[in-house]
């Protein structure tokens, strides 16, 4: 379809533009339309454009501002006509597609906030301005946000009664929740990760008003092969609790989707890592602290690093646009860090330089084998010096294909390595940082 029909299929017959070289500040005429949907394009030259659809736009008049602090008044038709111009010196067949029409907010629900991952996505969503919600389990303390406050809903995943309360009204589903260790029963990965997926699925169909659903599996899904793979490669229980319950609970996710016709999209992120992560950060500086590290192979494993604002940043690409119904997107950072250099640059940070010690994969995992063993039979509840889980991390490598994130929207790693560390390793010598180590 010609570009100039596209936007006589738009709601109201006509669009103005925000891209990264203006900026709509104020509406200036008495005519001043209402914002009511937002028609999410895609800018191949740059980054993704915005278009948002309005009643009786031509002959209102905005300010534009333009990156040197200058503004000018701009009618609606004349910021219509700079688009269709823009389209045309945009590449085939890709530029200035227009994917979709949405509200311009949606109501959202984010489960796992209290977490690493969720916390930050709900920041993100607050300094936005979108209307947020959140899912707390009883006993827990409410987070803070320096971006606002978000509604608060009481309840947790196994309590389905709480989950049609949070999901009432709600039009996007962030679900980051999931218990993620390399240790524990059975019984807890399973009510967590599956019952708790099938309910919050449950409380979907129920509430009726859910558009999107964003469920953030993991990396894990595809059972640690030794080469790296994409998408289509197929999730794979290998019998660790994490790993086995979190492929049933993406695979509830889908068939749910088939049958109910859900949009869902599903991330795959490898290792995320940044101020305030527990297990990538604080657990292995309070490893390194008591001189007990041990590396596998030499630590010559890519360990698929991914920067927590290049999470946030990715999971919401992904959830702007259609094109990702139906799909799930493997998430990582784009340079290929060793486990060695990771390692290596938290030690410095900690102040502290020494040799590593390293294992052989095969002694390594006959020694987690022979940990969790004993474990089991003893019946002790705390974490095994070495677990499979760990040794998988540590030998598999976790550098994903992330090609089809980059190709469908667009996705890059704005916190290169160096930043991203420097940004951490300041979190962990902070008051907070501190008093988190401590409790290792």
Not at 38 to 65: E, H, M, N, T
């Amino acid at each position: 379809m010609p570009e100039e029909e596209r936007f006589r299929h738009a709601p109201c017959g006509a669009c103005f533009m925000r891209c990264p070289l203006t900026e709509i500040s104020t509406f200036l005429s008495g005519q001043q339309p209402k914002l009511r949907e937002l028609i999410v394009g895609y800018w191949f030259v740059s980054k993704s454009l915005f278009l948002f659809s309005c009643d009786r736009i031509r002959p209102a008049v905005f300010l534009v501002q333009a990156p040197n602090g200058r503004t000018k008044r701009i009618t609606g038709g004349a910021l219509v006509q700079a688009y269709r111009q823009a389209i045309a010196s945009l590449p085939r067949p890709m530029g200035g597609r227009i994917l979709r029409v949405v509200p311009l907010q949606m109501k959202i629900l984010v489960t796992g906030a209290t977490g690493f991952l969720g916390g930050a996505l709900t920041e993100a969503l607050l300094r936005d301005g979108q209307p947020v919600r959140i899912l707390v389990r009883l006993g827990r303390s409410v987070p803070t946000f320096a971006s606002g406050t978000p509604e608060v809903c009481w309840g947790s995943l196994e309590d389905a009664s709480s989950l049609v309360a949070a999901c009432d009204g709600i039009e996007l589903i962030y679900h980051c929740a999931a218990l993620a260790s390399d240790w524990g029963p059975w019984e807890q990965f399973y009510q967590t990760n599956v019952q708790g997926v099938e309910n919050l699925l449950g409380a979907v169909q129920t509430a009726g008003s859910v558009r999107r659903f964003i469920h953030i599996s993991t990396a894990d899904v595809y059972g640690y092969p030794v080469a790296a793979v994409d998408e289509t490669y197929p999730i794979t229980d290998v019998g660790l609790p994490y790993n086995r319950s979190k492929v049933l609970g993406e695979k509830k996710v889908w068939e749910f989707s088939v049958k109910t016709g859900l949009p869902v999209t599903v991330i795959r992120p490898s290792t995320i890592y940044g101020p305030r992560s527990l297990s990538i950060v604080v657990e292995i500086a309070a490893v390194i602290r008591k001189k007990q590290m041990a590396l596998i192979d030499g630590g010559r494993v890519a360990v698929g690093l991914l920067y927590i604002d290049n999470a946030v940043e990715g999971i919401l690409q992904a959830a702007r646009l259609p094109a990702t119904i139906g799909q799930a997107y493997n998430l990582r950072d784009e340079s290929d860090e060793t486990w060695r250099q990771f390692i290596s640059m938290l030690a410095s940070g900690m102040g502290i330089s020494q040799s590593w010690m390293s294992l052989p994969t095969t002694l390594a995992m006959g020694l987690a084998y022979l940990c969790e063993a004993v474990y089991r039979v003893l019946g002790i509840r705390r974490r095994p010096l070495v677990t499979r889980h760990a040794v998988y991390q540590f030998c598999r490598t976790q550098n994903y294909s992330i090609k089809k994130a980059q190709q469908d929207f667009g996705y890059r790693s704005k916190i290169g390595f160096a930043e991203g560390m420097a940004r951490t390793q300041s979190w962990l010598a902070s008051p907070e940082g501190q008093a988190a180590l401590a409790k290792f």
